[in-house]
């Protein structure tokens, strides 16, 4: 036997891989929330696009019907009650030895590719804004998210708190932003600062409790906000711009005051070690 002849392998069974496989098939109720959460992201681009280019075909140029917006970012916030639920559930049932990376790879579609591709629809064939500039915004979105969610499956924080702004409410950030300015260059920028706070440093709280309970109840809140918006009804347009406007001061916020108490925090450290 020549030495090339001595490295293929001496039996088919080698070739085999070993472990618990047919566990990683089992899927659990936690994973059928995950996948809930990538249906949803994915049906939010398609009703995009196909706004879009309806919109093409009927000649009034490449641009979503403001309404199907409010329909994708409904699906979009319906994903993210699913991710957030997903974790409950494989806590207080079980969880599969998949789901963390089906977790992380909803995520990816339904909160970094689907909001990359609503800025791409909202600003990026508006002839006032570079094309580029656009792309780079919506790009810088896909890739933080990325990041961020690699970073959250390597990286613990001390406290257990997240470290940067949790990919589900920059992405609602990003959609806020997008439902509540018309593009141009400078509605474009504040994109750019959303997928800095998900790469950043700084810890977000991590929904537990009653904190978990007001999340959810902020998240139906906005669902029926965007649902009254979507059907045309009175108000609709009052309520989304309230929504939105929260959104973005709870993300500006938050940041803020993790700084301000961390100051503080050190100011007492000085202050005993002085008395001592």
Aim: proline share 5%.
């Amino acid at each position: 036997m020549t030495t090339a002849d001595a490295s293929w392998p001496m039996d088919e069974t080698d070739d085999e891989p070993r472990g618990p496989v047919g566990k990683a098939f089992r899927l659990s109720a936690a994973d059928s929330l995950s996948l809930g959460n990538a249906l949803c992201g994915f049906l939010a681009v398609c009703i995009l696009a196909w706004s879009a280019i309806s919109s093409l075909q009927e000649g009034k140029g490449f641009a979503a019907d403001p309404r199907f917006f409010g329909t994708a970012v409904v699906l979009l916030l319906i994903g993210a009650i699913c991710d957030l639920f997903d974790g409950l559930v494989a806590r207080k049932f079980r969880a599969s030895a998949m789901g963390a990376e089906l977790d992380n790879l909803a995520d990816v579609i339904s909160f970094g590719f689907a909001p990359a591709f609503m800025v791409v629809i909202w600003a990026g064939f508006n002839q006032q804004i570079p094309f580029l500039l656009v792309m780079v915004a919506a790009a810088s979105v896909l890739l933080a998210g990325v990041i961020r969610l690699a970073r959250f499956a390597c990286v613990k924080t001390k406290s257990g708190d997240f470290m940067g702004l949790p990919i589900p409410m920059g992405a609602m950030t990003v959609v806020s932003v997008v439902l509540l300015f018309p593009p141009s260059i400078w509605t474009v920028l504040p994109i750019f600062g959303v997928a800095y706070l998900m790469v950043s440093r700084i810890e977000y709280p991590k929904p537990k409790g009653n904190l978990a309970a007001a999340v959810l109840a902020w998240m139906m809140i906005n669902v029926a906000c965007l649902t009254i918006w979507a059907a045309g009804l009175a108000g609709g347009d009052t309520l989304i711009k309230v929504g939105a406007i929260m959104q973005m001061t709870i993300v500006a916020t938050i940041p803020l005051r993790v700084l301000m108490f961390k100051r503080e925090k050190r100011k007492e450290r000085k202050e005993a070690e002085s008395i001592t």
